[in-house]
């Protein structure tokens, strides 16, 4: 019986992993049940496929309510492992799983807590949290090698409880071959040869939009034909859409808010954009590789370990607008620069970010344990 503890229920790193465990541990062995804290994009993707779901919400703060809730939801369904995905949810099952005496608790760090935008007091907080749910958890899993090297650099603390799992990619969902990038671009009304960039990802500043419209700018003079796709939502929609208007960018810009047809969009990009400032490894960058796509990152975290700059993507430093439009236009400009940096990612994402190798890694976590 396992049991799993969402941070979110929207469309995000730690959603999608634990959607994809969910969806593919098999089920003669596993019972799952995931808490959320709402309703969302996560509930109804799991409900689709079986899966029990029950809402819980975690406070911002650490609640004795909140808590005592857990430790009877714990009790009642007593699941063999707890695992549980974000800062606070750790918090919370590490404390609530060890009152109810649950065999074993699994902590995933998806992100630093260096890069969350939030207050130094708030942040001296988290860690405080981070302490002790490492004392409590049985395993750390951290979705990057970046990742675990941040968790051990500050704290010292034992190596053998930290465990490195990389997310994995559907290899067959997204496939270049099987996919059809020309169906989105004429549900789009964009030409065949526009030239196309693309991101895909929550409206936050850690994703980087702005600094992609900033370069989107450079990239408009140097190409006037060129579009760019801006898939997804979030709380920055507003103040984007206000930048591109007032830059004059929104004749280019097509904000397509939240799709669930990533594959087919994908398809679509002759270049696909991860500008963010933070990543532990995302899921976006690993689905454009296996796509074939030509990809233009930041190096932080976990891309760095992913792809090699000049032969699976190029890597640009974070907050930095002007070296971004640079390797965009690059590859705009010369397809078969491009088409190579594509084959290469694709070749990668086959020998090392299979979603089956994850799965299996997950698995075999588990059976120790």
């Given amino acids: 019986r396992l049991l799993h503890l969402a941070d979110t229920a929207d469309r995000g790193g730690g959603e999608t992993y634990l959607f994809l465990l969910a969806d593919r541990l098999p089920r003669d062995r ?3 049940s995931v808490l959320c804290p709402s309703e969302g994009l996560l509930t109804e993707r799991l409900r689709k496929i079986g899966v029990h779901v029950v809402l819980f919400e975690i406070p911002r703060l650490l609640s004795p309510t909140a808590l005592l809730r857990l430790i009877r939801l714990l009790r009642q369904h007593r699941p063999d492992i707890v695992q549980s995905h974000g800062a606070r949810p750790n918090l919370y099952a590490a404390l609530a799983g060890r009152w109810a005496r649950v065999p074993i608790i699994v902590s995933t760090i998806h992100n630093s807590l ?20 490492f004392a409590l958890s049985d395993r750390i899993v951290c979705v990057a090698e970046a990742l675990a090297q941040d968790l051990m650099g500050r704290s010292g603390r034992n190596p053998r409880k930290i465990q490195v799992i990389q997310n994995g990619v559907d290899l067959e969902a997204f496939n270049p071959g099987t996919v059809d990038g020309s ?6 009304g964009l030409e065949e040869d526009a030239p196309l960039i693309g991101i895909v990802g929550r409206m936050t500043s850690q994703k980087g939009h702005l600094d992609l419209l900033t370069a989107l700018v450079q990239i408009k003079a140097a190409i006037p034909t060129v579009k ?3 898939v997804g939502d979030g709380p920055l929609r507003a103040e984007l859409v206000q930048y591109a208007r007032t830059h ?3 004749d280019c810009c097509i904000f397509t808010g939240l799709r669930e047809d990533i594959p087919t969009i994908m398809g679509a990009l002759d270049v696909v954009a991860l500008p963010s400032r933070s990543e532990g490894l995302p899921f976006i960058l690993l689905e ?26 190029f890597l640009v430093p974070p907050r930095a607008p002007d070296l971004l439009a640079r390797a965009i236009i690059t590859l705009l400009l010369n397809r078969e620069l491009a088409s190579m940096l594509g084959a290469a990612a694709r070749r990668q ?6 979603l089956d190798r994850m799965i299996q890694d997950v698995e075999t976590l588990y059976e120790e344990l």
């Fill in 349 to 354: 994402a086959e020998r090392c970010f299979g």
């Fill in 30 to 32: 596993y019972a799952l």
């Fill in 248 to 250: 004059r960018l929104d």
């Fill in 114 to 133: 260096y890069d969350y935008p939030i207050s130094s007091i708030r942040r001296s907080l988290y860690l405080l949290g981070e302490r002790l749910t």
């Fill in 183 to 188: 169906k989105a671009r004429r549900g789009l």
């Fill in 288 to 313: 454009a590789m296996a796509m074939g796509k030509p990809v233009v990152a930041t190096s932080v975290n976990g891309v760095s370990e992913v792809v090699e700059d000049g032969v699976t993507a």
């Fill in 228 to 230: 760019a796709l801006i």
